[in-house]
């Protein structure tokens, strides 16, 4: 592994300076003080102080995955669900290829049903000719090429439907549902039900193309006002028209998280 230590001599003997400085100051603070015992003691404690602070700093900043581009990223691997058709709109295709792009971008890994029909072929595509690694999670049944098409990067092979799911939930970091079908809706709001559920706690996000979800959005909240959704439960699921403000959101959402606020999940749990 290579460690570039330029910048991070320039930064601590910055930090040492300034410690300096605090300590300085500090003491000609209290230099009237007591003791000169109890002066350096405080100046002391202001050093571990600072010190703890800037590597608390550190730490944060390097949680956060940063990109060649700039951007930065919490996720590592997403599972896309979409379309095996590409449905008739072109805009469908091209949130698709943005969505790969995007994650290429990125640098963020893909999961998904396998195949490259339709819209996941698109995706898939993009992500594996990007040089991410594409895994493809594939039902027996689905494997021959007349109804899947070609494979695309990693393949597993599983039994069914059930374990498909399972093998793509625990494989991905968060979930991102572009325009599709029965198949796509059903993916997507099992991984709604099973975050609701807290059987995970993974963002799941929704590309509302051309406000194609529009009406099922509608629905969930439907489902709140009449009783059936908790009003906790109807932000399990961020949307957004545009690829780029989704993955705002969901890292917007993750971050809350990982910085201790409580999640919609733990209200429903722990009212
Ligand atoms: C029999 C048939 C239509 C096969 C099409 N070929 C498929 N190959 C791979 N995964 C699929 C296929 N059809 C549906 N899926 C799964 O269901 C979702 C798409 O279903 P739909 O087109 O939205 O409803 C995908 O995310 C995928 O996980």
């Not at 991410?132 to 594939?138: T, W, Y």
């Not at 970091?173 to 609701?196: C, K, N, R, V």
């Not at 529009?214 to 629905?219: A, F, H, K, Q, V």
Request: proline letters at 3%; glycine letters at 10%.
């Amino acid at each position: 592994m290579g460690i570039c230590l330029f910048p991070w001599t320039q930064e601590i003997e910055s930090q040492l300076s300034e410690i300096e400085r605090i300590n300085q100051a500090t003491s000609s603070l209290l230099c009237s003080s007591p003791t000169p015992t109890t002066s350096s003691l405080f100046s002391l404690f202001a050093s571990i102080a600072f010190l703890l602070f800037f590597f608390l700093k550190r730490m944060e900043a390097s949680e956060e995955k940063t990109m060649g581009n700039g951007k930065k990223g919490r996720f590592k691997r997403i599972c896309v669900f979409c379309g095996s058709r590409s449905g008739n709109r072109p805009s469908f295709s091209e949130a698709a290829l943005q969505l790969g792009k995007q994650l290429v971008e990125r640098k963020i890994d893909l999961v998904y049903g396998g195949g490259s029909v339709g819209l996941m072929g698109l995706v898939s595509q993009t992500v594996f000719d990007g040089g991410c690694h594409v895994l493809g999670v594939i039902p027996k049944a689905l494997l021959p090429h007349e109804i899947s098409g070609e494979t695309i990067g990693e393949v597993k092979m599983v039994a069914d439907m059930h374990e498909r799911k399972s093998v793509m939930a625990r494989h991905a970091d968060a979930f991102i549902a572009l325009p599709g079908g029965y198949g796509t809706m059903e993916e997507l709001l099992e991984m709604i039900t099973w975050s609701q559920l807290g059987i995970h706690e993974k963002p799941v996000g929704l590309l509302n193309v051309d406000g194609y979800y529009n009406s099922l959005l509608e629905l969930f909240d439907k489902g709140v006002e009449e009783g059936f959704i908790e009003d906790g439960a109807r932000h399990i699921v961020v949307s957004s028209e545009s690829v780029e403000e989704l993955f705002l959101k969901m890292e917007v959402n993750e971050r809350e998280k990982n910085q201790g606020e409580t999640s919609n999940l733990k209200k429903i749990n722990n009212p």
